[in-house]
């Protein structure tokens, strides 16, 4: 089973920026990638994806503000938060699918490993 780790999560004042990190056990470069997160009693929100082609997706609540990128050879993932505001705190999660090479937006069913995810807090 692969080992997903991210890294990167902290405490920011609105309008400031963070870069997640999230480090793959195993070879990523056949699968896509995700991120989702998830707020106190909310569902589990997906935020991006990145195919294993390279093309990203981004969910409209986070386009314009965040990028997701990919180095295969580094077996790494990374989600560039910028302008965050105070609705952007939550548990940030990583997500690999085995199902996918690349695609557009999908739901969390549609991954097969997950992170133990990284905290982002956004204050006012």
């Known amino acids: 089973q692969v080992q997903l780790v991210e890294s990167g999560g902290g405490s920011v004042q609105a309008g400031n920026s963070l870069r997640l990190s999230c480090a793959s056990s195993?070879?990523?470069?056949?699968?896509?990638m995700g991120w989702f997160r998830q707020a106190p009693g909310k569902e589990r929100e997906w935020v991006g994806n990145?195919?294993?082609?390279?093309?990203?997706t981004i969910a409209e609540s986070a386009k314009g503000r965040f990028t997701i990128s990919r180095d295969n050879f580094k077996r790494s993932l990374w989600l560039q938060m910028n302008s965050l505001v105070p609705d952007d705190t939550a548990m940030y999660y990583c997500?690999?699918?085995?199902?996918?090479?690349?695609?557009?937006?999908?739901?969390?069913?549609?991954?097969?490993?997950w992170g133990q995810g990284t905290q982002v807090t956004v204050s006012s």
């Open positions: 997500a690999l699918s085995r199902r996918y090479y690349t695609a557009g937006a999908l739901q969390s069913t549609d991954f097969d490993s």
């Open positions: 195993e070879d990523i470069h056949s699968y896509l």
């Open positions: 990145i195919g294993a082609d390279g093309r990203a």
